[in-house]
């Protein structure tokens, strides 16, 4: 006889074993919905393949887990994305020149999609940084 299977949704990833082990969930979370909504939310859970628990724990889960969004993140964003580009952009051009050679496109995009994946990751770090100093230039007020 085989052992059954645990679904994800309830290992445990930090297991010491290695093996997985249920997470034992022992809170509820309730709401009221008209019979409209509940059929709405029994369809998408059936849609995604999973219970209606699996579904609205998974989505309350990551909404929680969202930051929203602060405009000075979002602009420090953009700023920290577009130095990256410009300096990569400046580098790779020289590099390229002083082979002989021009910067293809794909290089080009290749940058773009490096600056944009890392720039709200690069914009909350430096955000940290300038908080988590006692004062100008990190010394004391």
Do not use: C
């Amino acid at each position: 006889m085989s052992t059954p299977r645990i679904p994800a949704s309830l290992q445990s990833p930090d297991s010491p074993s290695g093996e997985a082990r249920p997470v034992l969930r022992a809170k509820t979370i309730a709401t009221r919905v008209t019979r409209e909504e509940l059929a709405e939310v029994e369809t998408a859970a059936e849609v995604a393949g999973k219970t209606l628990a699996e579904w609205l724990r998974e989505l309350a889960l990551k909404a929680a887990r969202e930051r929203p969004a602060d405009p000075t993140e979002l602009v420090l964003a953009e700023v920290s994305a577009l130095r990256y580009m410009l300096l990569n952009l400046f580098h790779a051009t020289a590099q390229a020149n002083a082979e002989g050679k021009h910067l293809l496109p794909d290089s080009v995009v290749k940058i773009r999609d490096q600056a944009n994946a890392r720039k709200l990751a690069d914009a909350r770090k430096l955000l940290e940084e300038f908080l988590s100093q006692d004062g100008p230039g990190g010394g004391e007020r």
